[in-house]
T-cell receptor, first 111, second 113 residues
Framework: GQSLEQPSEVTAVEGAIVQINCTYQTSGFYGLSWYQQHDGGAPTFLSYNALDGLEETGRFSSFLSRSDSYGYLLLQELQMKDSASYFCAVRDRTGGFKTIFGAGTRLFVKA | DVKVTQSSRYLVKRTGEKVFLECVQDMDHENMFWYRQDPGLGLRLIYFSYDVKMKEKGDIPEGYSVSREKKERFSLILESASTNQTSMYLC????????????FGPGTRLTVT
């Protein structure tokens, strides 16, 4: 079957660095994405990794290791506005390249 | 900016009613998706479509159907609403079969009583 695991909650202080991990199990892995969702809002796309390595976009970076079926989202210089839920999502080529989301990690940023 | 709109922000229906949720995107995207979001379960894919008149089942298609008669519009239909279909429904669109950036609509909070 297909499954993704990520921590349910993470707490960090303003200005710190936080890493949100995601492990996945899927038969036809194609790529790993990350989305951010604030309370009451819609998910917004953050990053996508199809190949091993680190992708950097401003304060956010995303990493993928296909051999370990593992990825993470790294948030640097945390700000209060980063308090949100973060979802990893796997693109799976079986079943027509459908997208499977994890349950989400709730990030609390404290002053 | 990509815009994905959904027909209603909040909807209350009775058990057994037929429910239509409409989604429209304005960026000529090939792909469109319907998800439901429930606390602790993340987003679960109901149906998706790669082209007009095409549809593929997601992980939880039971009790739902979809229609894509025009490229910009993707409708989700609950043939006979049940209380376990009370949820937040999110529509998304994206470019290309293998691209993964999806743009989400604001969601429809459906309550079935």
């Amino acid at each position: 079957g297909q499954s993704l695991e990520q921590p349910s909650e993470v707490t960090a202080v303003e200005g710190a660095i936080v890493q949100i991990n995601c492990t996945y199990q899927t038969s036809g892995f194609y790529g790993l994405s990350w989305y951010q969702q604030h309370d009451g809002g819609a998910p917004t796309f953050l990053s996508y990794n199809a190949l091993d390595g680190l992708e950097e976009t401003g304060r956010f970076s995303s990493f993928l290791s296909r051999s370990d079926s593992y990825g993470y989202l790294l948030l640097q210089e945390l700000q209060m506005k980063d308090s949100a839920s973060y979802f990893c999502a796997v693109r799976d080529r079986t079943g027509g390249f459908k997208t499977i989301f994890g349950a989400g990690t709730r990030l609390f940023v404290k002053a | 900016d990509v815009k994905v709109t959904q027909s209603s922000r909040y909807l209350v229906k009775r058990t057994g009613e037929k429910v239509f949720l409409e989604c429209v995107q304005d960026m000529d995207h090939e792909n469109m998706f319907w998800y439901r979001q429930d606390p602790g379960l993340g987003l679960r894919l109901i149906y998706f479509s790669y082209d007009v008149k095409m549809k593929e089942k997601g992980d939880i298609p039971e009790g739902y159907s979809v229609s894509r008669e025009k490229k910009e519009r993707f409708s989700l239909i609950l043939e006979s609403a049940s209380t376990n279909q009370t949820s937040m429904y999110l529509c998304a669109s994206g470019l290309g079969r293998k691209a993964d950036e999806q743009y989400f609509g604001p969601g429809t909070r459906l309550t079935v009583t």
